[in-house]
């Protein structure tokens, strides 16, 4: 729903980047594939009669500028495992929750946000901008 919410603003804002159909489709199978492993780690970690579970808050530091691009990115937080955004401060600034903060989500962030940089035609820099 995000992503064809994204798509109608695309549509009524010309101005603005639109995602591409290729793309897209591509983030389609991902969201599928992402949305399936996210459950299958929280019942892992929550299901045991100790869960695996250290709830804590990471920050990540993103690099997309398309307004629709940085909104998918933010909602698309909670398809990492553990994961859900938190809190946004300034432009770049994603507070995180994570079910286990043992766990950096720095990686998994910057490969979520490659993906929408994809999808909206951004390029992003190599190193990804992130800090604990």
């Avoid at 101005?15 to 594939?33: D, H, I, N, W």
């Avoid at 780690?41 to 629709?68: F, K, S, T």
Wanted: aromatic share 6%; hydrophobic share 45%.
């Amino acid at each position: 729903s995000v992503l064809l919410a994204s798509w109608a603003h695309a549509r009524l804002a010309p101005k603005m980047p639109r995602p591409q159909l290729g793309a897209a489709l591509g983030f389609v199978g991902f969201f599928l594939v992402e949305s399936l492993r996210s459950g299958l780690d929280v019942a892992r970690r929550i299901l045991p009669l100790h869960p695996r579970i250290a709830p804590g808050i990471q920050e990540y530091r993103m690099q997309l500028e398309n307004p629709l691009a940085r909104a998918l990115f933010l909602n698309s937080i909670s398809l990492l495992p553990g994961s859900l955004s938190a809190d946004l401060s300034g432009r770049e600034r994603v507070r995180v929750h994570a079910l286990d903060a043992r766990t950096d989500l720095g990686p998994e962030l910057a490969r979520l946000e490659r993906r929408i940089a994809r999808l909206f035609g951004e390029t992003l820099t190599t190193e990804p901008l992130r800090h604990d």
